[in-house]
């Protein structure tokens, strides 16, 4: 079994900086591609950013300059440091995983989601 830990969401001015935590554990025997999604009420689940294991990422336009990924491939954990927050980047926050379990069995998991509102 693999999960994915998320943590970090929270309630935070416009402007303000969070920064979110997704930690994988369990049966892993390499992680490929890392990343986090997002999803607002009424609206479809969409990329904010991805980073592979050689740590080229890639950032939805909208997150351009705010927005950085990051991994620690020894512990095996993404952040996503969100900066100059915006209120229409308020959503859940979900933290996805491409992962080897074994050579020849490669999945996708999901973490549970983070709350990030961004509110005065």
């Known amino acids: 079994q693999v999960q994915l830990v998320e943590s970090g969401g929270g309630l935070v001015q416009p402007g303000g900086s969070l920064r979110l935590s997704c930690a994988a554990s369990g049966s892993i025997f390499s992680i490929n591609v890392m990343g986090w999604y997002r999803q607002a009420p009424g609206v479809q689940r969409e990329l904010v950013a991805t980073?592979?294991?050689?740590?080229?990422?890639n950032l939805a336009d909208s997150v351009k300059g705010r927005f950085t990924i990051s991994r620690d491939n020894a512990k095996n954990t993404v952040y996503l440091q969100m900066n100059s927050l915006k209120p229409d980047d308020a959503a859940v926050y979900y933290c996805?995983?491409?992962?080897?379990?074994?050579?020849?069995?490669?999945?996708?998991?999901w973490g549970q989601g983070t709350q990030v509102t961004v509110s005065s």
């Open positions: 980073i592979t294991s050689g740590r080229v990422t």
């Open positions: 996805n995983a491409d992962i080897s379990v074994s050579p020849l069995v490669r999945r996708s998991f």
